[in-house]
């Protein structure tokens, strides 16, 4: 007839534990490089708005000498641009205004607009290396 015998195959409960363990440290990594990820990114975003803004105004001093900063605000305005923080459409006030994820212009005296992205903490992300000159 038949024999009934005990079968060892399976794995012990520290082994399944071990396992657990490992996967929970690799998720927990993964996590904060993609956290990381994320905010570089959109500092990213910011960068190019900086640029985009730059070269609208750039554009617009080849064909007309005569702009002044509202003018330039009013080019972002028509630029699409979205603040990559809060998704939302950026309006005038961010051209003037540090916050997140904004995109400053600027004129000082000597006529040149100096434009500024800042990041997610407020901190500048795109200095004052972006001019456009008139």
């Known amino acids: 007839m038949y024999s009934f015998r005990k079968s060892k195959k399976g794995f012990t409960l520290i082994e399944l534990m071990v396992v657990v363990a490992i996967i929970g440290i690799l998720a927990l990594l993964g996590l904060r490089m993609y ?27 080849a064909d007309n000498q005569d702009q002044t900063i509202s003018e330039a605000q009013a080019l972002g305005l028509t ?16 051209f003037t205004t540090a916050s997140k994820g904004a995109t400053v212009v600027t004129t000082p005296s000597d006529g040149v607009f100096r434009v500024t992205g800042y990041g997610k903490d407020g901190s500048t992300v795109v200095g004052e290396v972006l001019t456009a000159q008139r």
């Open 35 to 61: 956290t990381g990820q994320q905010d570089k990114a959109k500092n990213a975003i910011v960068k190019a708005n900086a640029g985009t803004v730059q070269t609208l105004i750039q554009a617009e001093f």
């Open 79 to 94: 630029a699409g641009l979205h603040n990559p923080f809060t998704g939302a459409e950026m309006v005038a006030a961010e």
